[in-house]
């Protein structure tokens, strides 16, 4: 029944800006902490940033800080990632995961979405 669907990923030029959504169904939405993660090719799926249930706490990972921003609608049931001054090795299959605890690794989400792709160009 939980269900996570991506959307937003495209190809677009480096300096940019993209905002991705992940729209979630099947829990209690306002409850978990969600995270996006990213995964480019040849490399291990990597941390972009996370938030609390509330959306009052948020976390990002070094090389996004500055640029990215997670944020949460719980009335909709979607959490975002604005994606701004984008750079090519940003390029990446990013995915929404749910989190079983706040401050969650990557061990700790149970559910992601099947991603979405982002490409920079260059």
């Known amino acids: 029944q939980v269900q996570l669907v991506e959307s937003g990923g495209r190809l677009v030029q480096a300096g940019t800006s993209l905002r991705l959504s992940c729209a979630a169904s099947?829990?209690?939405?306002?409850?978990?902490?969600m995270g996006w993660f990213r995964q480019a090719p040849g490399k291990e799926r990597e941390f972009v940033a996370d938030?609390?249930?509330?959306?009052?706490?948020?976390r990002y990972a070094d090389s996004v800080k500055g640029r990215f921003t997670i944020s949460r609608d719980n009335a909709k049931n979607t959490v975002y990632l604005q994606m701004n001054s984008l750079k090519p090795e940003d390029t990446a299959v990013y995915y929404c995961g749910r989190a079983r605890v706040p401050l969650a690794t990557f061990s700790a989400y149970d559910y992601w979405g099947q991603g979405t792709q982002v490409t920079v160009s260059s």
């Open positions: 938030i609390s249930g509330s959306g009052g706490s948020t």
């Open positions: 099947g829990f209690t939405f306002s409850i978990y902490p």
